[in-house]
């Protein structure tokens, strides 16, 4: 992810999403700590699918959609008291799962990337995505990475 320097640009994000850093995250060397970043990703996941979902169809889904995979670069220490701007792009989708890409941003600069990979769970076992989550997916579209100059 890190190697991608359209990661690190907050146009290429589809969604977008202000998140407070909080003094309660802030940890002995006077940053945000990493578990409040990781934190602050999934927000910013959770703030997208409110958007596509809705709250009543979101919160019934929980119990469904599951994390099957992050991966996480931490490029930059986050500081408090600055909000962080968290950017949101669905990267892949499949009949199984859907990969959401999320970059961190800092006072302009970006701080943070992640990956995330969500999958349909049921009775013990990962399953296909139901057919309105994908076709809602799909209605967002995906981001594409941009073509070269």
């Known amino acids: 992810m890190r190697s991608k320097q359209w990661r690190r640009e907050l146009a290429f994000y589809q ?5 407070p850093t909080r003094y309660a995250d802030v940890d002995t060397e006077r940053h945000v700590n990493n578990v409040a970043v990781l934190s602050m990703h999934a927000e910013a996941r959770s703030r997208l699918h409110l958007s596509l979902f809705g709250r009543d169809a979101w919160l019934a889904q929980t119990d469904t959609l599951r994390t099957a995979g992050i991966e996480t670069d931490f490029l930059a220490v986050t500081h408090y008291p600055a909000p962080v701007t968290c950017g949101v792009s669905l990267i892949a989708v499949n009949e199984r799962d859907y990969t959401l890409a999320v970059g961190m941003f800092q006072d302009g600069a970006c701080v943070g990337l992640q990956e995330c990979r969500t999958g349909a769970w049921h009775a013990g076992e990962w399953r ?3 057919s309105h989550v994908r076709a809602r997916l799909l209605e967002f ?3 594409g990475e941009p073509a070269p100059c």
Do not use: D, R, S
């Not at 969604?15 to 998140?19: N, P, Q």
């Open 15 to 19: 969604f977008k999403a202000e998140i």
């Open 128 to 130: 296909g995505l139901p």
């Open 141 to 143: 579209g995906l981001a």
